[in-house]
């Protein structure tokens, strides 16, 4: 099974500050790396796929980059809805997806 | 955009089984299938299966093979997941998602159910 670490678990930050998720796989995933905002008591929610490009309705504060194992998300400049938990997810073979890392406000 | 609504909480007791419906606002958006994936307390998601909502075929994690299956009932739009044997440890919020995908570019699963919570208790 490919497993995917993300980076760090928790991160305390204010609104306005650039942010930066890592997420990494256990073997190469190609661009094959999705990921997801979830907000306490709700469905995670699509911000990421194929691992830069853009859901529709996703704020362009909202970026990704990376291939092979090593991924990011960056928010550029945090907002108040943004404090929530962001999980990785990869699809190069089946589904696996990160612990998440829970972004609280400082 | 499709709306994927599911069937609502369960308590179960351990060994009992569960059966959780989503129901697609529209199935022919379903091209790509529909997967189940849930999320013990506290931790992140876990992938369950993937079901083809025209042809049925299907591919299960490992760890729930011969516990898990998923089925479709076309004349309702609706996808079903049974877990079987359940123990203390399958507690957790149930998501279905539609799954999406593009040559070269992947799979992604947009848009989840509202998540259904099931407990397995004594």
């Known amino acids: 099974d490919i497993q995917m670490t993300q980076s760090p678990s928790s991160l305390s930050a204010s609104v306005g500050d650039r942010v930066t998720i890592t997420c990494r796989a256990s073997q190469k995933i190609d661009i094959y790396l999705n990921w997801y905002q979830q907000k306490p008591g709700k469905a995670p929610e699509l911000l990421i796929y194929?691992?830069?490009t853009l859901q529709s309705g996703v704020p362009s504060r909202f970026s990704g980059s990376g291939s092979g194992t090593d991924f990011t998300l960056t928010i550029s400049s945090l907002q108040p809805e943004d404090f929530a938990t962001y999980y990785c997810?990869?699809?190069?073979?089946?589904?696996?997806f990160g612990q998440g890392t829970k972004l609280e406000i400082k | 955009q499709v709306q994927l609504v599911q069937s609502g909480p369960e308590v179960k007791k351990p060994g009992a089984s569960v059966k959780v419906s989503c129901k697609a606002s529209d199935y022919r958006s379903l091209r790509y299938g529909v997967t189940w994936v849930r999320q013990a307390p506290g931790q992140g998601p876990e992938w369950m299966g993937w079901i083809s909502a025209y042809s049925g075929d299907t591919n299960y994690a490992q760890r729930l093979q011969g516990r898990v299956t998923i089925t479709t009932e076309t004349s309702t739009s609706t996808v079903y997941m049974e877990l079987r044997s359940l123990r203390s440890d399958d507690t957790a919020v149930y998501y279905c998602?539609?799954?999406?995908?593009?040559?070269?570019?992947?799979?992604?699963?947009?848009?989840w159910g509202q998540g259904t919570l099931v407990i397995v208790s004594p």
């Open positions: 194929s691992a830069s």
């Open positions: 998602a539609r799954v999406l995908e593009v040559p070269a570019h992947g799979r992604w699963f947009d848009p």
């Open positions: 997810q990869q699809t190069y073979t089946f589904y696996t």
